[in-house]
Nanobody, 124 residues
Framework: QVQLVESGGGLVQAGGSLRLSCAAS????????MGWYRQAPGKQRELVAT???????????DYADSVKGRFTISRDNAKNTVYLQMNSLKPEDTAVYYC??????????????WGQGTQVTVSS
């Protein structure tokens, strides 16, 4: 089994910054895709940012239009950890943020895993 544990959420004023972390542990052989999603009250879960492993040709990142230029996703493959640096936060960024990873386990099976979520609240 694989576990994803997020940390770094909290309450911040508009214009402030937060850094989220998500560490994967368990029976991991490799991790391909990692990403961050968010879900605001009454809304569907939406993609925030994704990053590939970069094992062959360097990591590739993608961002939702709403966060481009403000958020930066990165990863430390040695630590099986993905980060989300969030700058210039806005009240509309308020949501529960979830980590997601596409994991190849030591059993050679692939699985799609989610963290438990971390709350980010941006006050105006």
């Amino acid at each position: 089994q694989v576990q994803l544990v997020e940390s770094g959420g909290g309450l911040v004023q508009a214009g402030g910054s937060l850094r989220l972390s998500c560490a994967a542990s368990g029976s991991i052989f490799s991790i391909n895709y990692m990403g961050w999603y968010r879900q605001a009250p009454g809304k569907q879960r939406e993609l925030v940012a994704t990053i590939t492993s970069g094992s062959r040709s360097g990591s590739r990142t993608d961002y939702a239009d709403s966060v481009k230029g403000r958020f930066t996703i990165s990863r430390d493959n040695a630590k099986n950890t993905v980060y989300l640096q969030m700058n210039s936060l806005k009240p509309e960024d308020t949501a529960v943020y979830y980590c997601n990873a596409d994991v190849e386990e030591v059993s050679s099976q692939w699985g799609d895993y989610w963290g438990q979520g971390t709350q980010v609240t941006v006050s105006s």
